[in-house]
């Protein structure tokens, strides 16, 4: 047997290694995983192995388990698939292909891995821990290896568990590494095939991956306004009507063809691979197809996705996900003692978490298990409850009225319910509308279009939308209600002041137009502006009637600067345009080798945009106003430059190019982008070159991201929820104290606090916060909230950018 290549020990080494594997289908940010956990190891003094093709890789050992070095995995973030190799590894599952891996760890070194899979490469790893110890004594006996070679390691073996698959399919964490991209193909070829849909009135049958996972296919379908959709946890039909009978084709034929007639020029049904009927009978695309010429006449077309779907270049979102999440695996290695259970990071909203590898494993299988009894109820609850109030969501804004799913409320509760965007256009604006407009139509409530916020509504452009009104919307950018930075004016003469962006506006004359158009709860989609006028209409209630109402707002801006969310619409579309447009910078850096690029970013007072932007495209550093620049930060990132760029000459490394993202205002007037290219260029002094890019409004982004759309999908669902509870308890106490019985028009009056809020994903949660609570964690004269959860990403990036860790040579 051959015996693994060792590596020498890191300068500061603790003796530790670790093993990382990828194991299973590969997804896209394996090796932006694979890529963390290098360096943050690397910085932590434990050497990093990989293991190559997978469990194949650990069983056949030799030069299939090899030391990595920090330039290894250089421009690994932007790489889709997985550069260590995977495989499906049959000897694995024998007790042999076992022993043999074990051997084969010892002989390396190595006492703790990082798996990177799905639920069958996390199950392998799991019982590779439990069999440990007796595997180690095993191999003593038998002579294959020594006392002294196994004695460092008789304890047990750490087990950390990353998990990567586009299918999402992991219970316990709410996105697997890889899934996001995945989605953002599926989306990408949707678009595309919606574009043509149209213009033939086609119909197409899409199938997309996912055995016995829809998420892909309900994320897609939510994400892309399809007409259709079959997943494999909840079979056709859903309809009461049909289930006795269990004719989903006759289901599918009324809904699709209403569609038609009310406008809809195109068809679009998602398959899941693995979707089946109520007899578990596999429902397959062409069938699909067969049904809806026949029985409807339409053209259609069938279109597998395939492949295409694995990913390629990973999404702004998983090279966030991998990143932090192969950081938190490393410090889960150091933590775990031989009494903890493995642990597998996941994420949950916004916060990384790490839980029971075994539980979330098991868990997993149950659904399966469930769609095989045909407990369909059960599958759908395995699954988390955002996966069952988005189908919901998705069933509510895919078919009008009395259809499966409806919840129209009685009718004297049924309110006019007012829209409008304000600020500037961000990425899943209009994606939030079509939701809301849908959910309120299929509730019994009138939505009322604000056009161009608040200075259309009083110019009167409010005008109530109809459900075709909306087609299509869901993936357009910009914003289709139009939308600008007038706002209400704090105080009671709108000429004597005037805000940072647009006009102020008579708070009175708006109050007066709400009361006009009797609008009984209002939801506004904005950025900052729209956080201050949601503050100046509260503060006006004691004054004004008209807005004693419930009110929301869902943040929407590119710059992530509104207090009560972590993340606002439009932020993660800007985030992948930073990300797509910094790796086309870096590879023309990198083919000129030695060039440093300055890129600026939006976000205002907010660095955001810069921090993250920085951590998924690699830079090695980024300013932020927060933070401010000055002599010693240029000085401290000249120093690390030229120390990079030295090292690599000297040891004769190729050099690659690198990048800095400076935010619009970090640095005030004085350290401009260009000021600190010319400056870089000229201390660089022949070792390195300089050049800036400002990526300007492209950041808005054209075509929103999935994520985007999906958050707004997912967001308003709740604001619609809660503006409709507000208003029923307002209605119902209005009705209690007037005692009066036969109240035709509901009346909402409410000026509570509690009643006009700011919707926002909060670490692990949901939130709806009073806005006026929201007031201690607001700088108003910066715009932008006080709570940058993100502040700390920023040294991540160094980290990873090489900026605490010497090598030997160095
Ligand atoms: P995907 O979600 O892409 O299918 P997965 O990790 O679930 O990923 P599997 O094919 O189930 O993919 O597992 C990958 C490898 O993990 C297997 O080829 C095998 O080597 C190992 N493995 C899976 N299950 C077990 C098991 N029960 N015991 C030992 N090894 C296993």
Redesign the pocket.
Do not use: K
């Given at each position: 047997e051959s015996s693994p290549k060792k590596s020498p020990l890191p300068k500061n080494s603790t003796g530790k290694s670790v093993g990382i594997i990828t194991?299973?289908?590969d997804s896209s940010g394996m090796n932006a995983a694979v890529r963390a956990i290098v360096r943050v190891a690397l910085t932590k003094g434990i050497t990093p192995y990989a293991i190559y093709e997978?469990?194949q890789g650990m069983v056949d050992g030799g030069d299939k388990i090899k030391a990595l070095s920090w330039e290894d995995v250089g421009d690994w973030l932007a790489i889709g698939g997985t550069e260590i190799g995977t495989?499906?590894?049959?000897e694995?599952?024998t007790v042999e292909g076992r022993l043999t891996a074990v051997r084969n760890l010892v002989k390396s070194g190595i006492d703790a891995l990082i798996i990177c899979?799905?639920?069958?490469?996390?199950?392998?790893a799991d019982?590779l821990r439990a069999e440990w110890t007796e595997f180690v004594d095993r191999l003593v006996k038998q002579k294959r290896l020594t006392e002294e070679e196994a004695a460092p390691y008789r304890s047990q073996l750490t087990i950390v568990g990353l998990v990567g698959?586009i299918?999402n399919?992991m219970a316990q964490t709410d996105l697997t590494i890889g899934a996001m991209t995945a989605l953002q193909r599926i989306c990408e070829a949707l678009d595309s095939i919606k574009s043509t849909a149209m213009s033939h009135q086609r119909a197409f049958v899409v199938e997309v991956m996912g055995r016995h996972c829809g998420w892909l296919g309900l994320m897609a379908a939510i994400a892309c306004g399809a007409d259709w959709l079959f997943l494999p946890e909840l079979p056709p039909p859903i309809g009461d009507e049909f289930i006795a009978s269990g004719d989903w084709e006759t289901e599918m034929c009324d809904i699709l063809s209403k569609e038609r007639k009310l406008g809809n020029r195109k068809t679009i049904v998602i398959v899941c691979e693995g979707a089946i009927d109520r007899n578990l009978k596999p429902i397959k695309p062409e069938y699909v197809k067969d049904v809806l010429t026949k029985r409807l006449n339409f053209d259609t077309r069938v279109t597998c996705l395939g492949h295409v779907q694995r990913g390629g270049v990973p999404c702004a979102y998983d090279r966030y996900l991998a990143t932090v999440q192969g950081a938190e695996a490393v410090n889960a290695v150091i933590e775990t003692t031989p009494t903890t259970p493995s642990p597998m990071i996941g994420i949950s909203n916004n916060k990384v978490i790490r839980v029971p590898l075994k539980n979330a494993v098991a868990q997993t299988k149950e659904v399966a298990k469930a769609i095989a009894r045909k407990d369909f109820k059960r599958a759908m609850e395995l699954r988390d409850p955002e996966f069952n109030s988005s189908y919901n969501a998705y069933i509510e804004s895919t078919i009008l009225a009395d259809g499966p799913g409806t919840r129209k409320v009685e009718e004297s509760k049924r309110l006019r319910v007012g829209i409008m965007h304000v600020g500037a256009p961000a990425g899943g604006m209009n994606a939030a509308t079509r939701t809301f407009v849908r959910l309120c139509l299929n509730r019994g409530h009138t939505p009322l279009g604000i056009h161009n916020g608040f200075s259309g509504l009083i110019a009167d452009q409010v005008q109530p939308i109809q459900w075709q009104d909306v087609n299509g919307w869901v993936s357009m950018g910009g914003s289709e209600l139009g939308i600008n930075r007038d706002q209400p004016s704090p105080t009671p003469n709108p000429l004597n002041a005037k805000p940072q962006f647009g006009n102020y506006i008579d708070t009175g004359l708006i109050a007066f137009h709400m009361q006009k158009n009797n609008i009984q709860a209002l939801m506004i989609i904005g950025g900052f502006e729209a956080y201050t006028s949601l503050i100046t209409l509260t503060k006006a209630r004691e004054l004004y009637p008209g807005l004693c109402i419930p009110m929301i707002l869902l943040p929407a801006t590119v710059s992530n600067n509104v207090p009560g969310t972590d993340f606002s619409l439009g932020c993660d579309t800007a985030l992948n345009c930073i990300v797509d447009a910094c790796d086309t910078i870096k590879q023309s850096a990198s083919s000129n080798r030695k060039r440093v690029f300055v890129v600026e970013v939006q976000g205002g007072n907010c660095g955001y945009l810069s921090v993250m932007g920085a951590l998924a495209s690699g830079a090695s550093s980024c300013y932020i106003p927060e933070e401010g620049i000055t002599l010693d930060t240029l000085q401290k990132d000249i120093n690390h430059l030229v120390k990079r760029y030295a090292y690599e000459e000297s040891a004769n490394i190729p050099s690659y190019g690198r990048l800095i993202l400076r935010n619009e205002t970090a640095g005030n007037k004085t350290y401009t982008t260009d000021v600190i290219s010319t400056i870089l260029k000229e201390e660089g002094k022949g070792l390195f070159d300089s050049r800036s890019a400002v990526l300007g409004h492209l950041q808005q982004g054209g075509i929103p991201s999935p994520l985007d759309r999906i958050r707004a999908t997912r967001l308003t669902v709740n604001c619609v929820d809660w503006l409709q509870e507000m208003a029923f308890k307002s209605i119902d106490e209005h009705k209690k104290s007037s005692n009066l019985s036969d109240i035709r028009t509901p009346t909402v009056f409410t000026k509570g606090a509690e009643t006009a809020t700011v919707i926002g994903i909060c670490g692990a949660d949901i939130k709806i916060t009073p806005i006026l609570d929201l007031l201690a964690e607001t700088n108003l004269n910066k715009r932008k909230g006080t709570n940058e959860w993100w502040l700390g990403l920023k040294d991540l990036t160094k980290t990873l950018a090489k900026y605490e860790y010497e090598t030997e040579e160095e």
């Open positions: 194991s299973g289908g997978g469990y495989a499906r590894c049959q694995f599952r899979g799905g639920d069958g490469s996390l199950t392998g019982f698959s299918d399919d």
